[in-house]
């Protein structure tokens, strides 16, 4: 009898231990669009609370998996390129210690396989970032309230390119929610969601916007459009979205100012030598060409970055002397320490999660979504080693792909509650 006791206990503190982690969780991805330092402890805490509901064999399951696999084996290889850096050891190791997260796939697969708290996590991340965006429109209305001296005015927290980034990844997830509520005849609810979309999208529009966003945003609407229709009715709902956003382009002059002043910014580098952000980003880009054709197959090893920009700066002037440990793309960064290996390594593992998302339904078309958003981003920066938007991909594609594999339980008579991932709640 003690023994049937101790063993039901030791079941229940289980459970309470796994709700605590969904919550630590739900606590995150509120956190990640208001603070660095938060959502740091938090990632800590749930760490602390997710460890103890493991057990070898999910692990073992989770790992045989690629989209858990191919993120560990590049975590391993950045490790092991450490011994054939020319840098220091403090350099080796805060190189390093971005690729730790990808190890974060596997944790987040295993605990939403197991929970049905899922759409929680995805629920609060998008309530979180509507405060954000009704901070951020009250500041566009209000300027004087503001409190900060530099960048724009009607960006609260964080940057512009991280709120802009934030906000399309919720006017993305908004419209397949309006599209699955109009489908369902749930009328009201479908144009609530569409007209919190289009604040997101207007908030990008007219006041604060990356140069990457439109780009993700051209990106993203055919993926939407041939998720939800077929090829004719996609085709038509793309047109739409162009004639949306030609209105957006006439009407704005805040996005035509942004986006026109690419040009003259590469002129500016190109013929003074000026350093503007897009002659810094071409320098970089440049030069890390250079250091991967030094070091094709293995890279130059990890850390080493800084050191090869730093020796290629010596005795340049304006945008050459400018040194760098991140040269604003992911393939880059990781080419120029891995190289080909690495690189890989790296468009393996976004083939992996694309597909873990290849099902029709709204939690994977949610995941693709997520994926295909740093792809293109990743065109720009090093977002999967930036803290806001690398933790916002790796929650999002761990507690999505978590979802999915619970549905895929689900499908196999396992789960009861495998409607959520298929996106008919509530039909």
């Given at each position: 009898?003690?023994?049937?006791?101790?063993?039901?206990?030791?079941?229940?503190?289980?459970?309470?231990?796994?709700?605590?982690?969904?919550?630590?969780?739900?606590?995150?991805?509120?956190?990640?669009?208001?603070?660095?330092?938060?959502?740091?402890?938090?990632?800590?805490?749930?760490?602390?609370?997710?460890?103890?509901?493991?057990?070898?064999?999910?692990?073992?399951?989770?790992?045989?998996?690629?989209?858990?696999?191919?993120?560990?084996?590049?975590?391993?290889?950045?490790?092991?390129?450490?011994?054939?850096?020319?840098?220091?050891?403090?350099?080796?190791?805060?190189?390093?210690?971005?690729?730790?997260?990808?190890?974060?796939?596997?944790?987040?697969?295993?605990?939403?396989?197991?929970?049905?708290?899922?759409?929680?996590?995805?629920?609060?991340?998008?309530?979180?970032?509507?405060?954000?965006?009704?901070?951020?429109?009250?500041?566009?209305?209000?300027?004087?309230?503001?409190?900060?001296?530099?960048?724009?005015?009607?960006?609260?927290?964080?940057?512009?390119?991280?709120?802009?980034?934030?906000?399309?990844?919720?006017?993305?997830?908004?419209?397949?929610?309006?599209?699955?509520?109009?489908?369902?005849?749930?009328?009201?609810?479908?144009?609530?969601?569409?007209?919190?979309?289009?604040?997101?999208?207007?908030?990008?529009?007219?006041?604060?916007?990356?140069?990457?966003?439109?780009?993700?945003?051209?990106?993203?609407?055919?993926?939407?459009?041939?998720?939800?229709?077929?090829?004719?009715?996609?085709?038509?709902?793309?047109?739409?979205?162009?004639?949306?956003?030609?209105?957006?382009?006439?009407?704005?002059?805040?996005?035509?100012?942004?986006?026109?002043?690419?040009?003259?910014?590469?002129?500016?580098?190109?013929?003074?030598?000026?350093?503007?952000?897009?002659?810094?980003?071409l320098e970089f880009w440049k030069k890390s060409i250079?250091?991967?054709?030094?070091?094709?197959?293995?890279?130059?090893?990890?850390?080493?970055?800084?050191?090869l920009f730093r020796n290629a700066a010596t005795g340049?002037?304006?945008?050459?002397?400018?040194?760098?440990?991140?040269?604003?793309?992911?393939?880059?960064?990781?080419?120029?320490?891995?190289?080909?290996?690495?690189?890989?390594?790296?468009?393996?593992?976004?083939?992996?999660?694309?597909?873990?998302?290849?099902?029709?339904a709204l939690v994977t078309w949610l995941g693709t979504?997520?994926?295909?958003?740093?792809?293109?981003?990743?065109?720009?920066?090093?977002?999967?080693?930036?803290?806001?938007?690398?933790?916002?991909?790796?929650?999002?594609?761990?507690?999505?792909?978590?979802?999915?594999?619970?549905?895929?339980?689900?499908?196999?008579?396992?789960?009861?509650?495998?409607?959520?991932?298929?996106?008919?709640?509530?039909?």
């Open positions: 009898m003690s023994m049937q006791v101790a063993v039901s206990a030791g079941i229940l503190d289980r459970v309470r231990i796994a709700r605590a982690a969904d919550w630590l969780a739900v606590a995150v991805a509120v956190s990640l669009p208001w603070s660095t330092s938060a959502s740091g402890v938090l990632i800590a805490l749930w760490l602390v609370a997710v460890i103890p509901t493991l057990d070898l064999t999910s692990l073992r399951r989770a790992l045989a998996m690629p989209a858990a696999a191919i993120p560990a084996a590049l975590v391993l290889l950045g490790l092991v390129g450490m011994t054939w850096a020319d840098a220091s050891f403090a350099e080796k190791f805060g190189s390093f210690k971005p690729f730790l997260r990808l190890l974060i796939f596997p944790l987040l697969f295993i605990q939403f396989r197991n929970s049905d708290r899922g759409m929680w996590v995805v629920a609060a991340f998008l309530v979180s970032c509507t405060g954000v965006l009704a901070l951020s429109w009250l500041l566009a209305i209000f300027p004087d309230l503001s409190w900060r001296t530099v960048g724009p005015l009607a960006v609260p927290v964080k940057d512009y390119i991280i709120q802009s980034g934030e906000f399309l990844l919720c006017a993305f997830a908004l419209t397949h929610l309006a599209i699955s509520a109009w489908q369902g005849d749930r009328r009201r609810q479908a144009l609530a969601f569409a007209l919190l979309a289009f604040a997101f999208l207007t908030n990008i529009v007219y006041v604060a916007t990356a140069r990457s966003t439109v780009v993700i945003f051209a990106a993203l609407l055919p993926v939407l459009a041939f998720q939800r229709f077929e090829w004719k009715r996609a085709l038509v709902s793309i047109a739409v979205g162009v004639v949306l956003a030609a209105v957006a382009w006439n009407s704005s002059p805040y996005l035509r100012g942004r986006v026109l002043a690419v040009e003259q910014e590469i002129q500016q580098y190109q013929t003074e030598n000026q350093g503007t952000s897009s002659g810094w980003r250079r250091f991967i054709a030094d070091a094709p197959l293995f890279g130059h090893g990890t850390g080493s970055v800084m050191g340049e002037s304006g945008p050459s002397a400018s040194v760098t440990d991140q040269p604003h793309n992911q393939t880059l960064i990781i080419a120029i320490q891995l190289g080909l290996l690495g690189t890989a390594l790296l468009f393996a593992m976004w083939l992996s999660h694309l597909l873990l998302f290849r099902v029709g979504g997520v994926v295909v958003q740093s792809i293109v981003a990743c065109l720009f920066n090093s977002y999967l080693f930036e803290f806001t938007l690398g933790w916002i991909y790796i929650f999002g594609v761990g507690v999505l792909g978590g979802m999915v594999l619970r549905h895929d339980e689900g499908a196999a008579g396992k789960d009861p509650d495998s409607a959520v991932a298929r996106g008919d709640e509530g039909r």
